[in-house]
């Protein structure tokens, strides 16, 4: 039962490469996730999806992009990666549940490092 | 929007002693609540989590937390706590669609 999937684990880029990370999920679910984790500021939310299709900006947005196309993926895009994106980056998924009373269930994060 | 802070960054708790990790919500509505761990290079875990009903909920590893509403709390307790519980720990509150997180609390053990 593999859950959530995050693809690659690690990456290295220098600045204005460009990469997507890829989130795969085996549970059905409606809402994926994208936060970055930094040190001393927990997690913040990327950009979400509650559904297939559907995309939507979170708390730090600037300077990446998301897309939906299938229910079971949700891929993180750097167009033009800088070095303050370097981070820990997870994904996550949850069910809709009764108006959002699920728990989320996480991927093992992407270590990227933009030098 | 919701919101959620955990008042402390590190906390050091000599094993066999008991912890209390606080954690303040804000949120307009009846609020749904987490607590997730994270061990070292590991994706969260899901500890417990509040929808309704008895305000103490138990969860995975001898960990409970309180819900109380008028202060707006869900402070997570254990009463023995041991070396493998060094970790990460996280609050969240869930929102219309989303999941917020307050910045973490890093729990270190002392033999």
Redesign the interface.
């Known amino acids: 039962n593999a859950g ?1 999937t995050q693809t690659p684990k690690f990456r290295v880029l220098k600045t204005g490469q460009s990469m997507t990370l890829l989130c795969a999920q085996d549970m059905n679910h409606e ?1 994926m ?1 994208w ?1 970055r984790q930094d040190p ?6 990327i950009h ?1 999806s ?1 559904g297939e299709g559907t995309t ?1 900006k ?1 708390e730090v947005p600037d300077g990446y992009n998301v897309s939906r196309l299938k229910k079971q993926n949700f891929l993180l895009g750097l167009e033009s990666a800088a070095p303050s994106q370097t981070s820990v980056y ?1 994904c ?1 998924s ?1 069910d809709t549940g009764e ?3 699920t ?2 269930f ?4 992407t270590r990227l490092t933009v030098v | 929007a919701q919101s959620v802070t955990q008042p402390d960054i590190h906390i050091t708790v000599s094993e066999g002693a008991s912890l209390e990790l606080r954690c303040n919500y804000s949120y307009g509505a009846t609020p749904y609540l987490f607590w997730y761990v994270q061990s070292p290079g590991q994706g969260l875990q899901l500890l417990l989590k509040y929808f309704s009903g008895d305000t103490l909920v138990q969860g995975i590893k001898g960990f409970e937390a309180e819900f109380k509403r008028s202060q707006s709390s869900f402070n997570l307790r254990k009463p023995s706590v041991h070396w493998s519980d060094a970790a990460e720990y996280f609050c969240a509150v869930s929102g219309y669609s989303t999941l917020t997180f307050g910045k973490g609390t890093m729990l270190l053990v002392s033999p």
């Open positions: 959530v809402y996730y936060y001393g500021m927990g997690l913040r939310l979400y509650v939507a979170g997870f996550a949850r108006r959002l009373n728990e989320a996480f991927g093992q994060g």
